[in-house]
Every structure is written in structure tokens, then in C-alpha cells.
């Protein structure tokens, strides 16, 4: 089906440890994002693309790296976790060429992290 | 990046129509206006999108005053199934956007 999948979808790390998450998309939307949402909250924006080999940064990037190589993937990197980053990240896709379709973002089904 | 304000929470009962109101009073002209719907442990989907006057599709409409300050979101006849979080999120085409904390809806039978 096509879609948004993240990987993993629940993972434990320790304090210090780094790890990957994974989102890839099959629709060749243009633009992907990660979110975070802490519970009982909203989504906050970490790091967004427009486009293959461009990132930029949302409003809390800190403590997060991201690449996007390829158009239909999207990486977000924890260099060293800490339990403040325990969470549950989305990843979604946006197709500026659909929008006047009336579609709007995809999301994955998220990945939830926990750090101890 | 324009801010976006909603009710916290909602009751209703089954069989009401149901109005959620957002505040984004420094929507940009380019700014479209859509909303998602959030399940627990799911991803948000997306329900409507509109960018001046009125638009209704099979969920829902959407309802958007001349100065674009505001937006309405109503679910006509809810079920208990539509309790979920509402979000009301303004972009543009510059690719970054806001949640903002969405609406809580409960319905109640």
C-alpha cells in the first residue's frame, strides 16, 4: 500500500546511545518532515526537506540530525540520547503538486522512543 | 510561521453537529487552512483543506470568514467513533508548518 513507514516503530535506548530512525514514502512527494509528540501534546517540528540533499531545521532541532539522499527517505539521527528526547516521532510527506487536489500531509504511524 | 489557537476540549453527544473554531490571526496570503483528525497511537489524517470561503467534502466542511483570521471546522451528526484530537494547521508552499496543541472532542452517546 502506498504510504508513509517509519522503522522502527518502538525502540528503548540508553542515555548516551545514538540510533536512526527510518521513514520512507512511494507517493515521490517532494517534502518530508519528523515531528515529535510528547504526551497529551501536539506535534512539534524537528527538521523538515523540500527536496533531495536539502534539510533544514523546525523549531526544536537541537540534539537531532537528519539526511535525506534519496527523494523517498527521510533519516533522523539522535547522536547521543537523553531521556528528555523520549517521545513519539512521525514522519510525514507533502506534495505541493497534489495540494490544489485537496490532499494534505501523509503520516506514518510513528515510532515510540524511550530512553532511560 | 502562523500561530494557530483552539478550544482545549469539546463534549458533544452522538447525532449533534459539532463546531471547532481556530484562531490564526497572522495567516500569510499564501497560507492554506487544514485540519487533521489524531487517533490514539495513530498518525494524524488528514480531514479537510481550504483556503477561502467554504469547502465541504463526505467528513466534513470547512468554513473561512473574508479576513481568513479564523476557520470552523463542523462534523455534521458525530458518532462516537469521531472522538479524536483535532488540529487546525496553517502553511504555506515554504514547506514548514505548526501544530498547534489541537482540539480534544469527546462524544458522548
Known amino acids: 500500500n502506498a504510504g508513509v513507514t517509519q522503522t522502527p516503530k518502538f525502540r528503548v535506548l540508553k542515555t548516551g546511545q545514538s540510533m536512526t530512525l527510518l521513514c520512507a514514502q512511494d507517493m515521490n512527494h517532494e517534502y518530508m518532515y519528523w515531528y515529535r509528540q510528547d504526551p497529551g501534546m501536539g506535534l512539534r517540528l524537528i527538521h523538515y526537506s523540500v527536496g533531495e540533499g536539502t534539510t533544514a531545521k523546525g523549531e526544536v532541532p537541537d540534539g537531532y540530525n537528519v539526511s535525506r539522499l534519496k527523494k523517498q527517505n527521510f533519516l533522523l539521527g539522535l547522536e547521543s540520547a537523553a531521556p528528555s528526547q523520549t517521545s513519539v516521532y512521525f514522519c510525514?510527506?507533502?506534495?505541493?503538486?497534489?495540494?490544489?487536489?485537496?490532499?494534505?500531509?501523509?503520516f506514518g504511524s510513528g515510532t515510540r522512543l524511550t530512553v532511560v | 510561521l502562523a500561530k494557530t489557537t483552539q478550544p482545549i476540549s469539546m463534549d458533544s453527544y452522538e447525532g449533534q453537529e459539532v463546531n471547532i473554531t481556530c484562531s490564526h490571526n497572522n495567516i500569510a496570503t499564501n497560507d492554506y487552512i487544514t485540519w487533521y483528525q489524531q487517533f490514539p497511537s495513530q498518525g494524524p489524517r488528514f480531514i479537510i483543506q481550504?483556503?477561502?470561503t467554504k469547502v465541504t467534502n463526505e467528513v466534513a466542511s470547512l468554513f473561512i470568514p473574508a479576513d481568513r483570521k479564523s476557520s470552523t471546522l463542523s462534523l455534521p451528526r458525530v458518532s462516537l467513533s469521531d472522538t479524536a484530537v483535532y488540529y487546525c494547521?496553517?502553511?504555506?508552499?515554504?514547506?514548514?508548518?505548526?501544530f498547534g496543541d489541537g482540539t480534544t472532542l469527546t462524544v458522548k452517546p
Open positions: 510525514a510527506s507533502f506534495s505541493t503538486i497534489t495540494r490544489d487536489s485537496n490532499y494534505g500531509y501523509t
Open positions: 481550504g483556503y477561502k
Open positions: 494547521l496553517v502553511d504555506s508552499n515554504a514547506g514548514k508548518s505548526t
